[in-house]
């Protein structure tokens, strides 16, 4: 059995004369929090808009949760969940409306999205809120409810593009607790992020500069790799 969740060989996306992404090749193994680092421009939205077939590449291959990225987009669309940089949640219904469109998008039945929309609101102590607009709701919960309902089909693997842009360290440190609680009900975690001090919560990082993987390794790895005492030194040493 293959552990491999995600595998991407030699993966390119160019627009015109400008590559975006510049021939990425690695693989996330099953249940691995994978930290997809580097600073705003260096292609991760890019790459996670193909790896999630919102975006067809031009050259390379890659297949996620066993879907080839161009050729099974709606396959691969079931089996993963994805929260953008701007949260996906519709402003102008409730949280539980929301929570009831999603499950019907991601396939589940009626009794399955009943169920499910009480554990969840449950398990995040939503029950005050459960009938207010997303647009009335705090960014910090919205935050929390996006990544909730983005798992609530428990997909194969989830995509989180920088899912803690500002907002404040707690809450930034809660989304975190999140993540590890999918991780450990054996979800896998894909977190694009250009917060270095965030690279010590994954269990693999990627570093990505100009479109390409320069560097790909745990934090202790890229720490003696580089001669470096955090991430931060780690990447300009990687930008220069």
Not at 18 to 33: P, R, S
């Amino acid at each position: 059995m293959d552990d491999k969740v995600i595998t991407a060989k030699d993966l390119t996306k160019t627009f015109g004369k400008f590559t975006a992404v510049d021939h990425i090749t690695f693989d996330v193994k099953q249940g691995e929090i994978f930290g997809f680092l580097g600073a705003n421009g260096a292609g991760k939205t890019t790459a996670i808009k193909m790896l999630t077939g919102i975006l067809s590449s031009t050259s390379g291959e890659a297949k996620v949760a066993g879907y080839d990225i161009n050729t099974q987009r709606n396959k691969l669309k079931k089996n993963i969940g994805y929260m953008s940089q701007k949260f996906s949640l519709y402003e102008d219904l409730t949280l539980k409306e929301n929570i009831n469109f999603y499950g019907g998008i991601y396939g589940l039945s009626k009794k399955q999205i009943v169920t499910k929309t009480g554990e969840m609101i449950e398990r995040l102590d939503l029950q005050h809120i459960e009938n207010t607009m997303i647009s009335e709701i705090p960014l910090g919960w919205k935050q929390k409810i996006a990544f909730s309902v983005a798992i609530l089909h428990h997909p194969k693997i989830v995509f989180l593009d920088e899912p803690t842009s500002g907002v404040d360290p707690i809450t930034r440190r809660q989304f975190w607790n999140l993540i590890y609680e999918a991780a450990e009900d054996g979800i896998t975690v894909f977190v694009t992020t250009h917060y270095m001090d965030e690279a010590e919560y994954c269990d693999r990082i990627s570093m990505m500069v100009e479109g390409r993987i320069e560097a790909m390794g745990s934090l202790k790895e890229l720490l003696e790799r580089y001669d470096a005492k955090d991430m931060d030194e780690v990447f300009l040493k990687l930008a220069r």
